[in-house]
């Protein structure tokens, strides 16, 4: 109850100018929304900004212009559906740029082999999503391509029932018979669009998404938002079954404004 009680005077407080200059700035789809979806997209910002502790890694000086940027791409995946904002989550982790993680791995009977891998991002199952600060800015500078923070928090999403395997909860407030019909037609579309990927059958989603089914649900929401008209044409049951999981429909968003995305 004194959740609900604080974000609901998190929603009604006004937004900052200052934070909605940098999503004007920096999010190329704002522009698109209809009136309703920004005030409520602002909202959740806010709560989000709010509840989630944000950490610079590697000498990175947080900003707002790096926070708010972060927690709006965030914010677009959870617009008009029952959500309690990624629950699981503590702490966003923003390095200046492309960091380095140890690795290890089994070659052979008893030998480990050593690395260390260089990421973009990573989104743990409980209490962090880790990003590079320059990934990001990619994204604002090109939002037709990939979007590492749509990325790791579509992961956020697909953990939300334990396990990260491109199956999200599905309709949570549906009758169960009707649930059951939601999770046979989401598994079908899937498994059929994650082997024609593997395939290469695809010119609009990211050949990662073949990894595993986990990334291709990641890789499929970066589509879906950064290349919805494409994603309806060449893969439009694929297109639909994120429509309606994510209750948007961003084909038919109005275009963004010239000025919309900053180069970096």
Partial sequence: MWKELRRKKLRSAPFPREWRGIIESHCAFYHGLPGADRRELEQDVQVFLSEKKFEGCGGLELTDEIKVTIAAFACLLLLHRPTEGYPALRTVLVYPGIYQVPTARQIGSGIIEESRQARAGESWGHGAVVLAWDAVREAIGHPEGGNVVLHEFAH????????????????????????????????????????????????????????????????????????????????????????????????????PAPSAGTEF
Avoid: C, K
Avoid at 231 to 251: F, I, K, S, T, V
């Fill in 156 to 255: 956020q999403l697909d953990y939300e029932d334990g396990q990260a395997d491109g199956i999200p909860l599905l309709g949570r407030r549906e009758p169960l018979r009707l649930r059951r019909r939601r999770y046979a037609d989401w598994l079908r579309v899937m498994r059929a669009e994650y082997e024609r990927l593997r395939r290469g059958e695809s010119a609009v989603l990211s050949g990662y998404g073949a990894t595993n089914p986990a990334e291709f649900f990641a890789v499929a929401t970066e589509s879906f938002f950064g290349r919805p008209q494409e994603l309806r044409r060449l893969h439009p049951e694929l297109y639909g079954q994120m429509e309606w999981y994510y209750q948007q429909d961003p084909a038919n968003w109005a275009p």
